[in-house]
Nanobody, 115 residues
Framework: QVRLTESGGGLVQAGGSLRLSCATS????????MNWYRQAPGKQRELVAT???????NYADSVKGRFTIFRDNAKTTMYLQMNSLSPEDTAVYYC?????????WGQGTRVTVSS
């Protein structure tokens, strides 16, 4: 079983930056895709960014050019670098790991962007 732990959320002013981390443990070698999702109050859960085991990335249109998803060399930690933040980015951000037989989620980390 893959276990995920997010960190790095907090309060930031508009225009600022945050880096979210997702630490992984367990059968990480079985993971095909890792994702960052976010959910704001009253809004649908949104897929923000994806990275596959071969390093390919994809982003939601709303964050392209501002957010970057990447993993460390050991592929044990996934990051989401968030720049040029706006109040519309305020949400709880979740780490997600997907394999053929598993779909695991972290506990979430809250990001609040003030105007």
């Amino acid at each position: 079983q893959v276990r995920l732990t997010e960190s790095g959320g907090g309060l930031v002013q508009a225009g600022g930056s945050l880096r979210l981390s997702c630490a992984t443990s367990g059968s990480v070698f079985l993971v095909d895709t890792m994702n960052w999702y976010r959910q704001a109050p009253g809004k649908q859960r949104e897929l923000v960014a994806t990275i596959t085991r071969n390093g390919r990335t994809n982003y939601a249109d709303s964050v392209k050019g501002r957010f970057t998803i990447f993993r460390d060399n050991a592929k044990t930690t996934m990051y989401l670098q968030m720049n040029s933040l706006s109040p519309e980015d305020t949400a709880v951000y979740y780490c997600n790991a997907v394999s053929a037989w598993s779909n695991q989620w972290g506990q979430g980390t809250r990001v609040t962007v003030s105007s």
